[in-house]
Structures are given as C-alpha cells and as structure tokens.
C-alpha cells in the first residue's frame, strides 16, 4: 500500500478540522447574545481560522496547478472516479466560495481587519445592506452544502474500508 504524500495528507487532516471548527463555530456564533464573552471574541477567531484554511488551500491548489495529483486506489469504478472528482471538484467550489463571501462579509464595512491580533488583512471594497444580506445567504447555505458534500465524503471512505475492503482510507491516514 502507497500512502499518499505526508503533505498531502497534512493539508486533508488540517482542511478537515479547520472545515469543522468553521461550521460549528459559524452555527453558534450566530446564536450569541450580545453580552456573551464570545460575542466578539468568537467571530473573530472564525474570520481568522477561515484565513488559515484560505492559505491551507491556496498550497493544495497550487501543488494541483503544478501537477500534482492523488491517484485513486486501484481498482475504482468508473461511476467511483467520476464520483470521487464530481465531490472534489464541489469540494473547492464550496470551500473557495465560502472563503470569498466570508471575506467580503468580514471586510464590507471598507475597512481593513487584524487577525491573530497582528496580521492586517485589507479591504478591496465597500458592500452596501442588502449585498451583505446576500452574500450571508450565500455563505450560510454554502456552509450546510459543504457539510453535506463532507457528509459523503465520509460515506465514502467508511465504504470503502469495511464494504470494498480496500486501503482508500488507510492511504490518507
């Protein structure tokens, strides 16, 4: 068995808690009252870890722009292959998406925003109410796909392990 590449596997691992952390972070934060002590603390942290998942994938991006590509585990399907790219392909839609609309939320007011207290991330421009409403939907409803399209993605993998008995999941381990 050929495990993928150690890099590989760190930008699954660290995409995949990142994508969780966001998700649940970004379900509860909406719900804060206002005098919670995460009221603010909360989505500022979420605007900073999306930051780091944009980095995260802007690598994984560029490794597929350079060549770079995971080689499914013999034998696969053809319906498999083209599921498994249709799902990967989704994946960087999503992702990228909801990193773009959570940035333009984040910076809509026109102002730039300090993250981990250090790191001055600018502002390309100015949103107005209802395109910031939209953009929310946006990001919101992309979240809850994202989490469906990772939903399948864990399907799977447990197929698979215990249905196919292949080393698929073993690989990325």
């Known amino acids: 068995m050929q495990k993928y590449s150690l890099t590989t596997r760190i930008i699954h691992w ?9 998700f649940i972070s970004g379900w509860y934060m909406v719900e804060l009252d206002y005098y919670s002590p995460w009221y603010n603390r909360l989505p500022e942290l979420h605007y ?6 944009m980095f995260v994938w802007l690598v994984k991006i560029i490794r597929l722009l350079t060549g770079y590509q995971k080689r499914l585990s013999p034998p696969v399907k053809p319906f498999e292959r083209i599921l498994s790219q249709l799902t990967q ?3 960087y839609v999503f992702v990228i998406g909801l ?12 102002q730039p925003k300090i993250l981990f207290k250090t790191i001055n991330l600018p502002s390309l421009t100015q949103f107005s109410g209802p395109v910031v409403d939209t953009m929310g939907w946006v990001h919101e409803y992309g979240a ?7 939903a399948l993605h864990i399907i799977g993998a447990v197929k698979h392990h215990f249905v196919d008995k292949d080393d698929t999941l073993k690989r990325i381990l």
């Open 89 to 91: 392909s989704l994946f």
């Open 144 to 150: 809850y796909l994202l989490m469906l399209f990772v």
């Open 48 to 53: 900073a870890v999306g930051m780091v998942l």
């Open 14 to 22: 660290l995409s995949a808690l990142i994508i969780f952390f966001m």
């Open 99 to 110: 990193v773009i609309t959570g940035y333009l939320m984040m910076t809509a007011d026109g």
